[in-house]
């Protein structure tokens, strides 16, 4: 494979590729942050903060590394929506970065820079990347795990074993998906003649057992916890197989959707009529048999997929294309491939140019898809979030004396949005399940930090909890807020238990006792407090 040369030629291609990463990030940024009134709808990301903090091997549905990473991310900057946009697109751009290196392997400073352009146009780089997750966080993880994988390849050091194999366990406490890439790596190193012979010496053995290594804590957690990411993991789904069939052509269906814009790249570096410069070509496609780097990317770039959907069905689990975000890193590289030599070498700036223009445009247009969804009610999207967390901080302060970590509970989007957003800085129970979360919840330390339940109506999720929990005593609060359509409005529950420094009896076992606090409308609801 050609590796690049440092010429004048490629040092001036890699501070535009450098320009362009920077770019982007500050274009995502803006967009998200200007055309989004919430997070995303579905709370992931508060959510990924509210583990987080908590520094656990594991929570009830994930394992930890990305809610780590939030959290890492947080102690720096700002709990504010612009900074977990900042931080989305840093992990965006990082993936960029890595794909870049990657690329390398594979062509000059010209090919690498439209491998890079190519991925920018891409949704898991961009629309999809915005929404920090399990999914998206895998992207960057994914791309210097099969880096790494090139250089074990190409210099045998047993310092890149360890780095793979320290890869390879931040990838599974990521998202067990990352098995499908371990299991594609592991498939071509086992039958490449040229792979083998690395895969059984000490390199292989120094991979291994620095990946247990990683893993170990959260495998004793897993043991500890009755494996219950994995038990969540198995439920996704109705368990059938025509279930796991439709899921599975919606999921090969998304990889060729999302494709799209980056092949649209290809055919602008064609040219039209007589500017038109040569067809597609397959040669370089066709010419990755001949290496083993050429043949580990073609792995990297379809096995994942095959392996994910063998498993989907081995399990009757219900793919979703989210879970595809990290596999077009070597689609990216592919797509490129197919540009003739001419092609590139005269029309790559016109390939630059477009994506400028693409990142322009996303910024330009942010406010507008602002506005034309601020009525979108679909989940919680156009919720008044950080609204509702400043009327909660202010009824924290009068009646719960504005102590820090009290624990939040109730209905799961609010509760997580409170450890987010609140000045307080309070805990999660996860799952609103004291069995879920007794690593960090006993009864002395619920009593000493207070309790807050908090729902949106109706509130059977806070009934859920106090059936749970009896705690001393509890302020209950009710309050509206308008919606960002200027019309809804937005209903709210909360009740509060102050921090009780006094007793030492465990507060876990005793009736709850409600006093009512009507802030201007009727509290009802009052079979939710035990007499």
């Not at 997070?39 to 809610?67: C, S, T």
Request: hydrophobic letters at 50%; glycine letters at 6%; proline letters at 5%.
């Amino acid at each position: 494979m050609f590796q690049g040369k440092a010429t004048s030629d490629s040092r001036r291609e890699t501070a535009v590729l450098i320009g362009l990463i920077v770019l982007f990030v500050i274009a995502l940024t803006l967009h998200a942050d200007w055309s989004r009134n919430n997070l995303d709808r579905y709370g992931d990301m508060v959510e990924n903060y509210a583990w987080g903090v908590l520094w656990q091997w594991g929570y009830y549905k994930h394992p930890p590394f990305f809610g780590w990473l939030t959290a890492a991310w947080f102690e720096i900057f700002p709990r504010r929506d612009w900074a977990y946009f900042l931080f989305s697109s840093l992990n965006a751009g990082l993936a960029l970065f890595v794909l870049w290196r990657i690329a390398a392997r594979y062509g000059d400073a010209k090919f690498r820079l439209l491998a890079v352009l190519c991925a920018m146009v891409l949704p898991s780089f961009t629309f999809l990347a915005i929404k920090y997750n399990a999914n998206s966080a895998m992207t960057p993880i994914w791309g210097a795990l099969f880096l790494f994988y090139l250089r074990g390849i190409e210099r045998q050091r047993l310092v890149d074993a360890a780095i793979l194999g320290l890869l390879a366990g931040i990838a599974m406490l990521t998202k067990y998906h990352s098995a499908a890439l371990l299991m594609a790596l592991l498939l071509h190193a086992l039958f490449d003649r040229e792979i083998r012979p690395i895969l059984l010496s000490t390199f292989g053995l120094v991979v291994l057992g620095t990946f247990l290594a990683v893993i170990a804590g959260h495998v004793v957690w897993l043991a500890n916890n009755e494996f219950l990411p994995i038990v969540y993991a198995s439920e996704q789904g109705d368990g059938s197989v025509a279930d796991a069939a439709s899921s599975t052509a919606r999921f090969v269906v998304s990889l060729v959707v999302y494709s799209l814009p980056a092949l649209l790249i290809v055919f602008l570096m064609r040219g039209m009529g007589r500017h038109r410069r040569g067809s597609i070509s397959f040669i370089s496609l066709q010419n990755l048999w001949s290496s083993a780097e050429g043949r580990a990317l073609l792995a990297f770039a379809f096995l994942p997929t095959v392996v994910t959907i063998f498993l989907g069905f081995a399990v009757d689990a219900e793919l979703s294309a989210v879970w595809a975000l990290p596999f077009f890193t070597p689609l990216a590289i592919l797509i490129a491939l197919l540009v003739p030599r001419t092609a590139l070498e005269s029309r790559v700036h016109l390939s630059t140019i477009a994506v400028v223009i693409f990142l322009a445009v996303i910024v330009v247009t942010a406010p507008l898809i602002k506005y034309l969804t601020r009525d979108e009610n679909h989940a919680h999207f156009a919720a008044p979030t950080e609204q509702m967390i400043a009327k909660l901080d202010a009824l924290w302060l009068q009646y719960g004396g504005g102590s820090l970590h009290p624990y939040v509970a109730g209905d799961v989007f609010s509760a997580n949005a409170a450890a987010f957003y609140s000045a307080y800085k309070p805990r999660i129970i996860e799952g609103n399940s004291v069995e879920y979360s007794k690593a960090y919840l006993s009864a002395e330390k619920l009593r000493q930090r207070g309790l807050i339940l908090v729902c949106m109506e109706p509130d059977a999720p806070c009934s859920d909890v106090i059936n749970l929990v009896g705690i001393d005593r509890a302020t209950r609060a009710s309050f509206d807020l308008p919606g960002y359509d200027g019309q809804s409005q937005w209903h709210f529950t909360v009740w509060m238990v102050p921090p009780q420094r006094g007793s030492r009896e465990a507060a876990l076992d005793r009736p709850l006792r409600c006093e009512e606090v009507e802030n201007g409308r009727d509290a009802g609801a009052d079979h939710l407090c035990p007499p």
